[in-house]
Every structure is written in structure tokens, then in C-alpha cells.
DNA sequence: GATATTTATATTGTGCGCAATATGATTTGA
DNA sequence: TCAAATCATATTGCGCACAATATAAATATC
């Protein structure tokens, strides 16, 4: 065994992660068929479910997506007939997606998919929410790392040289 | 708010994990970027640096990869010089994937990846330990899950119908 | 009030995830 | 021995992740 034990894809925290998430959407897939969503899709359906006459940015923020994943998407959920992405009057800049009638209805037919997923019981209530925990405080640590490294190259005026 | 908690984004483990995977690859990219290898690539090659001279389908297994992601994933690091892909001798369906000099050699210019990543401070030693620990769990039993899943179509001779 | 900067969104290109399908070699079974 | 089933890998097609770049409107600066 040549490979040193820090090189060990067992011992990679990373693997483990990337991994897991890609069996989760996978197991998400039979549940949103029915929906014609892809899993993205589906986190974009739940942000506008919660709150919809918004900016492209603010989905973005909110499901944690790029805006190079969440312009094509919409227009695909558009073409499904689910949204319409209109013009702002006061920005023109900005666009203001709103549900159409079909869009605020598939919710119904969402509301049991967390439901259905508990069911396959693949973890514990407080795994999930250990695991839910800990997900999320690497998330921040490294949205913050994220932020202070895209700010470096920016330099502020009076601070820098 | 019309949109039940069950279906809040906040209350979702599953955006949880995507977005932490999704950020954790991002994390590895500076990192990666002067060894010239996407993240996917850096699994592969972790996986050959433990053990070489293997198939296809062993590797996918060892990285929890698909096929149609190693292929072609397999021809990239191929026309980089990192490794080649016979065909066996025994059996002409398998490929034999070896790394080359080079992609031996480049396992010396990854070795202090993994410290490097901890540097960073984005999870204490025990956090990361739990957290693999549950994402573990959680691979697992989802991907028993689509073992039963896939088998049943495949009918057990003697036990179906 | 013309120019520069910033802001919001869109576009492009490469690589990956994955289901479905194809190819082609090996093994099984009649 | 020959046909059918199985197995390893490859291919195709669509959607997503993301960096880089473009566009175009709003705001700031002079």
C-alpha cells in the first residue's frame, strides 16, 4: 500500500458528503417524476412556494444556487407553465418571478414528498437532525471563507496599499 | 406564509447536504486547480493511488462513481498523461486502467491536499468525524435502499409469482 | 449631462450525474 | 454447437455546477 493513510478515499470526509448528497437527489428522483421536477427544480418550487413575486437573486440566495444553474431553470420551469418571468417596471433590470395557477397548485401534490422521504427511515429523527447540524455549520464556515476570498481581490478604498 | 413547514427550505436536511457538498468541491478547486484536476478526477486518482492496474467497475465502486461518469472521466486524465487504458488479456470486455510514471508522480503534489483543507477551520476535528459518520450511515442506507429497489424487477427464479 | 462604475441577469463552455441504450465479449443452457 | 442470457464497458442525451464573459440598465462621479 503506497498511498498514505490522509490519502485513504476511506478516510475522506469529502467523499462520504458528496456521496450522500448524490444518493439523497437520487432517492428524490422516483418522488418528483410524478412532478416532471428534477431535484433543483424542486428546491426552486419550495422557495417560490414560501415566498414568489421575487428577483432571480433572491432565489438564488435562498436555494443556495448559481445564477448560471437558476436562469436556465427557470426557464424551464416557465416552459412547464409552473412561473412567469416578467420585467420589473422600476428596475428593468431586474425580473420578478410569480407562480401561475398550475405552479401554486403542484404544492399540493409536493406537500407529502418530505413525508415520503422520513419513510424510507434511512436515519433517525436526531441523526437527521445532527446530521442537518453539522451540514449546515460546514456550509456557513465555508460560505464565509468563500466571501473573505472573492473580497481579497476587491480591494478596499483607504485600506488597500 | 401559505407554504407548510415540511416543505420550508429552512427545515430541509436535503439542501443542507447539497449546498455543503456542493461548496466542500468548490473548496478543493484552489487546491486542485495546479494539479489540474477537477474533484471527481481527484477521487479517481485517490482511488488508483491505492490500488492500480483495476478495472472500470472497481474503481467506480471504490469512488461511488457511475460509468458514464468514469468513461470519459477516465479518457481526460488518459490524454493528460496520467494513466492508460488496456484492455485485459483474459477477458477483452475489461479495461486495465495503470497509471503512468507521471500519474504516480503526481500523488508527492497532492500528499498535503487533505492538511489543507483542515487548515482551513471549517469543521473541528470531532465535527468532521461526526459528520463523515453520519453521511456514511446515510450513503449506506440509501444505497441498500436502491439495491432492493433495483432488484425488483429482477425476478428471483423459484420466488416470484 | 457625459462618462465610469456598479448591479442584475444572461450566455457560453467544460465537466459531471445519471438514466437509457448500445456494443461486444463471455458464459450458460438446451 | 449454437442460441440466449449475462457481463463489462461505452455512448447518448438532458440537466446541473460553475467560472468567465457579455449585456444592459441604474447609479455615481466628475
Redesign the pocket.
Known amino acids: 500500500m503506497a498511498s498514505p493513510p490522509h490519502l485513504h478515499l476511506s478516510n475522506q470526509l469529502c467523499l462520504a458528503l458528496?456521496s450522500a448528497g448524490?444518493?439523497l437527489?437520487?432517492a428524490y428522483?422516483p418522488m418528483l417524476e410524478p412532478l416532471d421536477l428534477?431535484?433543483?427544480?424542486y428546491l426552486v418550487m419550495l422557495a417560490l412556494w414560501e415566498v414568489d413575486g421575487v428577483?432571480?437573486?433572491?432565489i438564488?440566495e435562498r436555494t443556495?444556487?448559481?445564477?448560471?444553474?437558476?436562469?436556465?431553470?427557470?426557464?424551464?420551469l416557465a416552459a412547464k407553465g409552473l412561473l412567469v418571468?416578467a420585467r420589473?417596471e422600476?428596475?428593468?433590470?431586474?425580473?420578478?418571478?410569480s407562480l401561475t395557477e398550475a405552479g401554486r397548485a403542484l404544492q399540493a401534490r409536493a406537500e407529502d414528498v418530505p413525508f415520503r422521504m422520513a419513510c424510507l427511515g434511512v436515519l433517525t429523527p436526531e441523526e437527521g437532525i445532527e446530521l442537518k447540524r453539522l451540514a449546515e455549520t460546514l456550509y456557513r464556515n465555508l460560505a464565509r471563507l468563500e466571501q473573505v476570498r472573492g473580497a481579497e481581490g476587491?480591494d478596499v478604498p483607504g485600506l488597500a496599499e
Open positions: 458528496y448524490n444518493a437527489s437520487r428522483r428534477t431535484y433543483p427544480q428577483s432571480v437573486s433572491d438564488c443556495r444556487l448559481d445564477t448560471g444553474t437558476v436562469t436556465p431553470l427557470l426557464k424551464r418571468r420589473s422600476e428596475d428593468e433590470r431586474r425580473r420578478v418571478i476587491s
